[in-house]
T-cell receptor
Framework: DADVTQTPRNRITKTGKRIMLECSQT?????MYWYRQDPGLGLRLIYY???????NKGEISDGYSVSRQAQAKFSLSLESAIPNQTALYFC??????????????FGPGTRLTVL | GDSVTQMEGPVTLSEEAFLTINCTYT??????LFWYVQYPGEGLQLLLK?????DKGSNKGFEATYRKETTSFHLEKGSVQVSDSAVYFC?????????????FGPGTSLSVIP
């Protein structure tokens, strides 16, 4: 059973459309993250949330918004999609209780193409 | 700010060859270091980690030693297999910052040919 799930797995959309990517987890972790992956750039943090009432911007939050509906759910929205938001998007979770570690647990990713 | 640098790929090796993927880091505090692996079509998963200087992380035949003096965490495997073909990411987590962020390197693509 997948601990971190993402829907949809693939999405093609047009410029200007609003898109929502969803993430659910069964790991019981308070901390959740959204990253985007681009070739040669690794993973860049978009937003992160340390609990339901705590939402923080990452390094590339412009053009994105998030919603933490519950401990287990963290959604990413593109209010008006543009072609340079074409990328692979990952949701991740972590457990702050792990000593001296911030091991992250990733979902399978959503491949988004904006035409 | 904190950063991670990895050797550029792609790296192509024959089966049973020795693998080294170099990783160096810059951090203001005392980071934990990680190697993550991404198999085709999948998300990242933790391969190994080390939380303090001179620690050696190991898993599935891969090893990496936390070298504070050279700020490095190079990934090695003595004999690679076709199934090791994947993208490898070096990463650090620095708890001296205001939040527990993880900084990822750009990734190194490895292809192992029979």
């Amino acid at each position: 059973d997948a601990d971190v799930t993402q829907t949809p797995r693939n999405r093609i959309t047009k410029t200007g459309k609003r898109i929502m990517l969803e993430c659910s987890q069964t790991k019981g972790h308070d901390r959740m993250y959204w990253y985007r992956q681009d070739p040669g750039l690794g993973l860049r943090l978009i937003y992160y949330s340390f609990d339901v009432k705590d939402i923080n911007k990452g390094e590339i939050s412009d053009g994105y918004s998030v919603s933490r509906q519950a401990q287990a759910k963290f959604s990413l929205s593109l209010e008006s999609a543009i072609p340079n938001q074409t990328a692979l998007y990952f949701c991740a979770t972590s457990d702050p209780g792990l000593p001296r570690s911030n091991e992250q647990f990733f979902g399978p990713g959503t491949r988004l193409t904006v035409l | 700010g904190d950063s991670v640098t990895q050797m550029e790929g792609p790296v192509t090796l024959s089966e049973e060859a020795f693998l080294t993927i170099n990783c160096t880091y810059t951090a203001t505090g005392y980071p934990s270091l990680f190697w993550y692996v991404q198999y085709p079509g999948e998300g990242l998963q933790l391969l190994l980690k080390a939380t303090k200087a001179d620690d050696k992380g190991s898993n599935k035949g891969f090893e990496a030693t936390y070298r504070k003096e050279t700020t490095s965490f190079h990934l090695e495997k003595g004999s690679v297999q076709v199934s090791d073909s994947a993208v490898y990411f070096c990463a650090l987590s620095d708890r001296s910052t205001s939040y527990d962020k993880v900084i990822f390197g750009p990734g190194t693509s490895l292809s192992v040919i029979p």
